[in-house]
């Protein structure tokens, strides 16, 4: 009898997860054709400065809407993507829409003319040998500014042992393209590293936000910010949620911040209206 039990539960645990790597293939698949069905959108999400309030930044994010499944956030599709390589065209893609759109935002609307444009860079995209000049292409191609560019990259593409890492950051700073570092904390970076290269900004990822009301949550905040400020970068704190959060964030002079206190990420109109209404 418990044989057979044992049995069943192994065809149930099988037969689930057999459902569930088709599910997973059949999403590869639409994934490779959801570029060219122009099922991709971006979002952008406001960047203030803690000091003044004022609007610095905006950082583009993508969203899939899948004819059968309807909205599908990053987190749900990027790691595919990577997986499968087709984070090289992605990335592509949204580089060039983003830049373009920057672009004309800043000739439309004066809110928008010193905007900075925060893009997300997997770190695939970055070991691809002619990611810079495919970057520069981008910009020469959108006419956007290299220095209003700054590329978001995570702990890992710094840890990385490729010999041109250094070379490729390098290049990137030379044409004024600047640097962030994403998720701040997440990863696994050494801080000989993060002093190596030529970092303009860390963003503290927003599970150390989200628990500054703790003791030891405030003080790990406060620590990388300071380590941020000795190593001359700085800083935007990700996923401020709370008055209280960007009270306290300001007092550690954290210069920026980003998350749903401010603005949600909001499709091309709703960043339109919001760069027509707010004041800076
Ligand atoms: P990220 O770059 O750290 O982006 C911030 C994420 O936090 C976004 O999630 C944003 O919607 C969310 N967020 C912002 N403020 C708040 C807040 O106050 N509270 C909470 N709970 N969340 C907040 P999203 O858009 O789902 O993106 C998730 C991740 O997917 C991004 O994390 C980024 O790593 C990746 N991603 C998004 N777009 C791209 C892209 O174009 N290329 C690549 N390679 N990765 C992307
Ligand atoms: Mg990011
Ligand atoms: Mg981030
Ligand atoms: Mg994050």
């Known amino acids: 009898r418990a044989k057979n039990l044992g049995k069943n539960r192994y065809e149930i645990f099988s037969s689930s997860m057999r459902s569930q790597v088709l599910a997973l293939s059949q999403l590869e698949n639409d994934l490779r054709r959801a570029i060219d069905r122009q099922e991709f959108q971006l979002f952008y999400q406001p960047i203030v400065s803690l000091d003044t309030q004022n609007l610095v930044g905006l950082e583009a994010l993508v969203r899939w809407h899948h004819p059968e499944r309807g909205l599908i956030l990053p987190s749900e599709f990027v790691p595919m993507a990577e997986e499968a390589g087709l984070i090289i065209p992605l990335g592509g893609w949204v580089l060039a829409q983003a830049c373009r759109q920057m672009q004309l935002w800043q000739q439309h609307y004066s809110l928008a003319t010193d905007l900075q444009l ?42 990385d042992h490729a010999s041109d890492v250094a070379d490729k950051l390098d290049a990137i700073k030379t044409l004024g393209i600047k640097l962030g570092i994403d998720d701040f904390g997440t990863g696994y970076s050494s801080l000989n590293y993060l002093n190596a290269f030529p970092v303009d900004t860390l963003k503290i990822d927003r599970s150390f936000v989200g628990r500054m009301s703790s003791e030891e949550g405030f003080e790990i905040v406060r620590t990388i910010v300071n380590l941020a400020h000795n190593l001359h970068m700085d800083v935007v704190a990700e996923g401020v949620e709370l008055e209280e959060q960007a009270e306290e964030l300001t007092q550690m002079n954290c210069e920026y911040a980003q998350g749903y206190l401010f603005s949600e990420p909001t499709d091309t109109v709703g960043m339109e209206d919001f760069l027509l209404n707010y004041c800076n």
């Open 118 to 159: 925060n893009v997300n860079i997997s770190s695939r995209q970055f070991s691809q040998p002619n990611f810079v000049n495919d970057i520069h292409a981008v910009l020469e191609d959108t006419n956007l500014p290299c220095h209003r560019l700054k590329l978001e990259i995570t702990e890992g593409v710094l840890m």
